[in-house]
C-alpha cells in the first residue's frame, strides 16, 4: 500500500465517510466496535460533536482518529476513536493522527486529553504511551489514560 499520496485533514468527512470506515474497521477493534455500539449512531455522533483528524487516500478514508473537546471548562479533550483499515496499519498514520489531536489541543489551550483502551489492545496501549499517554484507573476491562497537553 503506497502511502506517499496520503492526505491528512480534519473534520471533512461525511457522516457517511465516517460509517464507512467504521464498519470496515469493525474487527480490528478488540472487542469488534459493532458489539459495543450501534455503529451507524456513532458516526453520526462522531460527525455530529467531535473534531476528526482523518487520513484520506484518494477517497479511501484510511485512518481516524476522533476526539471530544467540549469540555472546556475543565480544559479536557477525550479521544473516543483511533481506527486504520487493516492495509494501512503499522505505517505510522495512527501516530500522524495523534500527534494532530496533540496540537489541536495546544492550540485550543486544553490541558489535557484522556481516553479509554481495551487493556488487551497491546499496539494501541504502546502507541499511546509512546505519546507520553499515562495509566490514571483501570477496571476488569479497560485502561483510562491521560496526556497533559504542555
Not at 26 to 50: A, C, R, T
Not at 96 to 103: K, P
Amino acid at each position: 500500500m503506497d502511502i506517499s499520496n496520503l492526505e491528512y485533514k480534519s473534520k471533512t468527512a461525511t457522516e457517511a465517510e465516517i460509517y464507512t470506515h467504521l464498519k470496515e474497521c469493525d474487527d480490528n477493534f478488540i472487542p469488534p466496535l459493532s458489539e459495543k455500539v450501534d455503529v451507524q449512531e456513532y458516526s453520526k455522533k462522531l460527525y455530529g460533536k467531535s473534531v476528526t483528524f482523518e487520513a484520506w487516500s484518494k477517497n479511501i478514508l484510511a485512518g481516524l482518529v476522533a476526539a471530544y473537546f467540549n469540555d472546556p471548562k475543565n480544559q479536557t479533550g477525550y479521544i473516543t476513536n483511533v481506527s486504520l483499515i487493516k492495509d494501512y496499519s503499522g505505517r505510522g498514520i495512527a501516530s500522524r493522527l495523534i500527534e494532530d489531536c496533540i496540537q489541536y489541543a495546544k492550540q485550543n489551550k486544553f490541558r489535557e486529553i484522556r481516553l479509554e483502551v481495551n487493556k488487551d489492545n497491546g499496539p494501541a496501549i504502546h502507541l499511546y504511551k509512546k505519546y507520553g499517554f499515562i495509566e490514571y484507573e483501570k477496571n476488569d476491562n479497560s485502561l483510562f489514560m491521560m496526556f497533559k497537553v504542555s
